[in-house]
């Protein structure tokens, strides 16, 4: 009897056992279940002002600048100015030894005192010779050997006084004088140096009219400054003054190309007021020229179009936003999930088949055509590389501009195509309701200006709708391509 109780009792705990281990085992799978899920980072559409701007570096200059040198050799007896001093035209900037000047002067009037004698001995034996020719008292021959000397006496003294005037200038030059009203900036020399001018005119000093007026010469790439006009508002900052924002306007754009390191840039000139006199010469300025502003537009930060979906995660499309975005009719039917285009992991480049992850070229054979020949295909790589474009879904609208303009230029494409595909559609992934649980949805939206950070949304979403910007899935393999063998088996899209 007793052993029966005991069979009993062994019975009844070994099924609470059995039941504690199973309720266990379904615990855990569930929580793993659970941690498996993917983990979304989200960003809100909202509305604000975008800014396309084109960015360059340039160098701060006078608008005028003059080097003063010197036109003869000798030794600097005294300086009048320094650095940072305000001088007016015809000052007096410098004095170099006029001692052996004064005394080629000397000499000169002394040779043309000695000519000018000369000359008038050698006119009065000619007008003496002519009255003596005129009584028949010398030969023609005589009196016009008399006329030919004093030819050559009134040379003799045109050369003499030429020689003086000449001296009196070089006197004259060893003072140097302002050219300009202005500030000096450089001084290259000093009293008790010599000058040696005896094959270029050595700079003395350099003096800029107006500080309160600058210039910056901005190197803009040949991808770039098709967008840049004169007259447009530009943005820069100097290293000196790190947390201070100065601007400037576009006032001339030069034809003149330089070519450093195979990179083709036109010189753009930017006029800046100083009225502070804060800006020095030769600063560095970082420059950003606005081609293009919206105000109060919806805008999306740019990591939102960037999203990769992982395979195997559910998406859903949604239809209308496709429709708005393309202009398509209303579908009839549901759209069945889509997972990543295998096409998007091909070596072909998505600008050549039209971008498979939202980057729609708008025409059958991307934007080249079907018909493209391969020398065509390999010029278009060339030219996104050269844009920045490694992954073509993956450019900002910027390089999709950038990337259409030179196709025209090198005339890959018509410009009537590219009137056609002015209009840039990217696909982000929108959580219905905003809820991270749910199920996102992909979505064509219509893409305009971006300042490199965000971009302007023309249609396809609204305001206060959550986008994915980017997925995490927790316990990924290891082995699955592009993942991270340091990340602790999570995968980042």
């Known amino acids: 009897m007793a052993s029966s109780g005991r069979s009993s009792l062994q019975i009844i705990v070994l099924s609470a056992v059995v039941a504690a281990g199973a309720g266990g085992y379904f615990y855990y799978r569930h929580n793993q279940a659970e941690s498996k899920a993917p983990e979304y980072l989200t960003t809100t559409v909202t509305r604000g002002d975008i800014t396309q701007v084109i960015t360059a570096t340039g160098q701060l200059d006078a608008v005028l600048s003059v080097d003063v040198g010197s036109q003869i050799s000798g030794l600097v007896q005294k300086l009048f100015v320094d650095f940072n001093s305000q001088v007016k035209k015809g ?112 700079v003395l000093f350099t003096i800029v009219n107006d500080l309160a007026k600058m210039q910056i010469t901005a190197a803009v790439s040949e991808a770039d400054i098709g967008s840049v006009e004169a007259g447009q508002e530009v943005s820069f900052t100097a290293d000196a003054f790190p947390n201070r924002t100065f601007h400037g306007t576009v006032t001339q754009v030069r034809n003149a190309p330089k070519t450093v390191s195979n990179v083709v840039t036109y010189d753009t000139i930017i006029s800046v007021e100083n009225r502070d006199l804060k800006l020095r010469p030769g600063m560095t300025a970082n420059v950003s020229i606005v081609v293009s502003r919206r105000d109060k537009v919806l805008r999306v930060p740019n990591a939102a179009m960037r999203v990769r979906m992982p395979e195997g995660l559910a998406v859903q499309k949604s239809p209308e936003a496709d429709r708005r975005a393309t202009g398509a009719p209303a579908a009839t039917a549901p759209t069945a999930p889509a997972p990543a285009a295998a096409s998007e992991r091909t070596a072909e480049p998505a600008a050549e088949r039209g971008s498979g992850n ?44 950038q990337l259409r303009k030179l196709l025209i230029e090198r005339g890959l494409i018509p410009a009537e195509t590219a009137a056609e595909n002015t209009v840039v559609t990217r696909t982000v992934y929108r959580l219905p309701g905003g809820s991270k649980t749910a199920t996102p949805e992909a979505v064509t939206v219509k893409v305009g200006i971006t300042d490199g950070i965000a971009s302007e949304i023309l249609d396809g979403v609204k305001e206060g709708d959550v986008l994915v910007t980017s997925v995490t899935v927790p316990d990924a393999r290891a082995d699955t391509p592009a993942s991270n063998p340091f990340s602790g088996g999570r995968r980042r899209f």
Do not use: W
């Not at 080249?368 to 920045?388: F, N, Y």
């Open 358 to 401: 939202g980057q729609r070229s708008g025409r059958r054979g991307g934007l080249l055509g079907p018909d493209a020949t391969p020398e065509k295909r390999q010029q278009m790589r060339e030219i996104m590389t050269e844009v920045g474009i490694a992954n073509f879904r993956e450019a900002t609208p910027e390089q999709h501009a």
């Open 91 to 202: 000052q007096k900037l410098a004095e170099i030894d006029p001692s052996t000047y004064q005394q080629r002067l000397r000499q000169a009037e002394a040779n043309l005192a000695s000519t000018e004698a000369g000359n008038r001995l050698q006119r009065l034996n000619t007008e003496r010779a002519k009255e003596l020719r005129d009584k028949q008292l010398v030969s023609q021959q005589d009196y016009d050997q008399a006329v030919a000397q004093l030819q050559q006496s009134d040379a003799q003294l045109l050369t003499s006084k030429a020689t003086v005037e000449n001296a009196r200038v070089d006197l004259e030059r060893c003072t140097i004088n302002s050219p300009i009203d202005g500030i000096v900036i450089s001084k290259q020399t000093e009293e008790g140096k010599t000058v040696a001018a005896s094959l270029n005119a050595p």
